[in-house]
């Protein structure tokens, strides 16, 4: 059994990633689904779908909730979720780094793989020093 991958993200960005790192891993070792949440998005319509899609994901190790931006729309759905009975954890600032950590440590449980999740969205963010 595996953890399940959700992308939380607004309009076009999460589908964006998961392409990105197709072109990186064309098998995808672990479950990922997204739900980009419109501007106009009703919270508690997209709140029931994305409950829907979280327990199809969950396998029984949970979901790892990955959110673009912390306090946002979407990020607050996802964030929801546990209360509608999903097992999981939400990390915010989703960037393309950190999928493909996750991705990469598809062995691991959800406890640990929220916390490589931030350690790779943190380690994928450079400052020349020019």
């Known amino acids: ?3 399940g991958v959700l992308l939380m ?18 098998k995808l070792p672990l479950r990922v689904a997204t739900v980009e949440v419109p501007a106009r998005a009703d919270p508690d319509v997209t709140r029931t779908l994305t409950a829907k899609h979280a327990r199809e994901l969950d396998q029984g190790d949970g979901v790892l909730v990955l959110a ?21 954890r939400c990390v915010s600032g989703l960037n393309l ?13 959800l406890d640990e793989l929220a916390e490589i999740a931030a350690s790779g ?3 994928g963010i450079f400052i020349d020093h020019a």
């Open 1 to 3: 059994m595996t953890v």
């Open 9 to 26: 993200t607004h309009e076009s960005v999460g589908q964006a990633l998961v392409k990105a790192a197709r072109h990186v891993l064309p």
């Open 68 to 88: 673009d931006l912390y306090g946002a729309t979407p990020c607050n759905i996802g964030l929801s979720l546990s209360a509608a009975g999903v097992r999981l």
């Open 97 to 109: 780094p950190m999928l493909l950590r996750v991705l990469n440590y598809a062995d691991k449980p």
């Open 121 to 123: 969205g943190r380690g």
